[in-house]
T-cell receptor, first 110, second 113 residues
Framework: ELKVEQNPLFLSMQEGKNYTIYCNYS?????LYWYRQDPGKSLESLFV?????AVKQEGRLMASLDTKARLSTLHITAAVHDLSATYFC??????????FGQGTRLTINP | DAGVTQSPTHLIKTRGQQVTLRCSPK?????VSWYQQALGQGPQFIFQ???????QRGNFPDRFSGHQFPNYSSELNVNALLLGDSALYLC????????????FGEGSWLTVV
């Protein structure tokens, strides 16, 4: 059974700093997903990582996947307040059944 | 291009009652999955529908049931509601054959009192 763990669960950082959220998963996952969720809102798709070594970037966010280590990272560069949200990673096992991590609540302070 | 739409947005039910939540997938998508997200937690997979059949199911009791219609829309039914069923219910939409990106609706907030 696939299990997904994120760390840290809470992250408070200053604007302009860099940081990384880690996502470990327990067994083979077809794909690795990253989502953003604002308070009281739904999940916004950020990245889908399909293969070992995959790297995707959008603005100040960059996600990577190491299938051998069963690790994905979400790197935030020069954080801005608008990136404050909860970030989830999710693995999938067969036919798009997503298994989510606990989420990382990110707060970016001026 | 309409995204994933869900209704109702919010509802309050009493313990023991039954509830039906509805979802229309993104245009062109044929697969609908349902997730339950309790406050402060990650979403948990309930079940998935494709070609009007339940294809996968998570660890949820039989009180949770669903249906998919020929137009790909879907319903989630929960019987004999418990206080612990209070959560955000999310509908996810994708393509069965090429489900790289999975889109979520805005969700239905269910409060059981």
């Amino acid at each position: 059974e696939l299990k997904v763990e994120q760390n840290p669960l809470f992250l408070s950082m200053q604007e302009g700093k860099n940081y990384t959220i880690y996502c470990n998963y327990s067994t083979t996952s077809d794909r690795l997903y990253w989502y953003r969720q604002d308070p009281g809102k739904s999940l916004e798709s950020l990245f889908v990582l399909l293969s070992n070594g995959a790297v995707k970037q959008e603005g100040r966010l960059m996600a990577s996947l190491d299938t051998k280590a069963r690790l994905s990272t979400l790197h935030i560069t020069a954080a801005v307040h608008d990136l404050s949200a909860t970030y989830f990673c999710a693995g999938s096992q067969g036919a798009q059944k997503l298994v989510f991590g606990q989420g990382t609540r990110l707060t970016i302070n001026p | 291009d309409a995204g994933v739409t869900q209704s109702p947005t919010h509802l309050i039910k009493t313990r023991g009652q039954q509830v039906t939540l509805r979802c229309s997938p993104k245009s062109g998508h044929d697969t609908v999955s349902w997730y339950q997200q309790a406050l402060g937690q990650g979403p948990q997979f309930i079940f998935q529908y494709y070609e009007e059949e339940e294809r996968q199911r998570g660890n949820f009791p039989d009180r949770f049931s669903g249906h998919q219609f020929p137009n790909y829309s879907s319903e989630l039914n929960v019987n004999a509601l418990l206080l612990g069923d209070s959560a955000l219910y999310l509908c996810a939409s994708s393509l069965w054959q090429a489900g790289n990106t999975i889109y979520f609706g805005e969700g239905s907030w269910l409060t059981v009192v």
